[in-house]
């Protein structure tokens, strides 16, 4: 797997760029993993907060448009707990990135 990878892509005419914390580029199919550290960990895939839905989101439409081909699985992993927490493709696609009004940020930083 790689750490810290970069990724960015234009997705429906929409750059997305940032940086993945474990990427795993199978033959079959692509990983991601995204850590969020701190206390806060949800009892549920309800319960994630919507910036980091919309995060992993984002990434996976990225990926999407770069290995067209595999399948693209994501999850979050809850340094807290710990706890892994699979996103489902409905939940990714329901957080796709679209068009917004103003310019959205995707950084933790804003």
């Known amino acids: 797997a790689l750490a810290e990878a970069p990724i960015a892509a234009v997705v429906d005419d929409v750059v997305i760029s940032g940086t993945v914390d474990r990427l795993l580029i199978g033959e079959d199919r692509i990983q991601i993993v995204d850590f969020k550290t701190g206390h806060f960990v949800p009892a549920s895939p309800e319960d994630i907060p919507l910036p980091h839905l919309r995060q992993m ?54």
């Open 57 to 110: 989101a984002a990434y996976a439409a990225a990926l999407r448009e770069i290995f067209p081909e595999r399948p693209i699985e994501a999850a979050l992993l809850y340094s807290g707990g710990p706890k892994l927490v699979q996103l489902t493709p409905a939940m990714l696609e329901a957080h796709k990135p679209r068009f917004a009004d103003t310019q959205e940020s995707l950084s933790p930083l804003g």
